[in-house]
């Protein structure tokens, strides 16, 4: 079926195929090593890869790694002609995913399926394409995502990634067009945005879940970054 969601898994035996719809596999669970078009290599969490329509591929996988495929009849724009195959996905798409998994495991419902893919295809048209980074950034990011309450200071990101402080504020830079700091920022005020208006959780507890020990300095970082404080907010 076409313009669908489906949770599907691999074997380690390459095999190769094409098919005259196009075809975005997004890793759950494991990776999935994928030759298609120019690209040869990983596809990991976090990140999808895009098969255009006809294009033979040639993949294989772990036997317990999971994967959200899509199979569709078109692609947005901005995809469809972008020289990029694959790139790294935004959070909200990442959550969609996760809870699109939980919901195909638990029940087969065409419409409940229908309106699921309408959303994760309306969250891609609005999706930026963040090229894949070198495998050592897509560390880094991939741990600041998942570690935001937690103190992330450049030495401990630079043994991630297994280079210098140094080599990592530049090389990151080039390859997010941010600074740590600034890349570190931007995620923290975006979660704690999002759990002042979708929960009830007080300004204390959310300031501790983005990595902030001190109320006031959490609260003057967000009204520097959306312009209001964090208690308006709450009143919404």
Do not use: W
């Amino acid at each position: 079926m076409i313009n669908t969601l489906s949770i599907r898994s691999y074997t380690r035996q390459t095999r190769g195929h094409s098919h005259d719809f196009h075809q975005i596999v997004l890793p759950l669970r494991g990776v999935i090593n994928i030759e298609v078009a120019s690209y040869r290599g990983k596809v990991t969490p976090s990140e999808c890869v895009i098969v255009k329509a006809n294009e033979t591929h040639y993949f294989s996988a772990e036997e317990n790694a999971k994967f959200i495929v899509v199979d569709t009849d078109s692609l947005p724009l901005h995809i469809l002609h972008s020289a990029h195959i694959v790139f790294s996905i935004s959070a909200p798409l990442l959550s969609f995913l996760e809870f699109s998994e939980s919901q195909l495991k638990h029940q087969i419902n065409p419409e409940i399926e229908a309106l699921m893919f309408a959303t994760f295809y309306k969250l891609l048209e609005e999706q930026k394409l963040f090229f894949q980074y070198d495998h050592r950034i897509r560390e880094v990011v991939f741990y600041i995502t998942h570690n935001l309450s937690k103190t992330l200071t450049i030495d401990v990101l630079a043994n991630i990634a297994c280079l210098s402080p140094t080599q990592l504020k530049k090389n990151f830079k080039a390859q997010t067009e941010q600074t740590v700091t600034e890349y570190i920022t931007k995620l923290r005020m975006q979660k704690a945005q999002v759990l002042l208006l979708h929960t009830d959780s007080p300004i204390a507890i959310v300031a501790e879940l983005v990595g902030y020990t001190d109320v006031s300095a959490f609260s003057r970082r967000f009204s520097q970054y959306f312009g209001v404080a964090p208690s308006t907010l709450k009143h919404v």
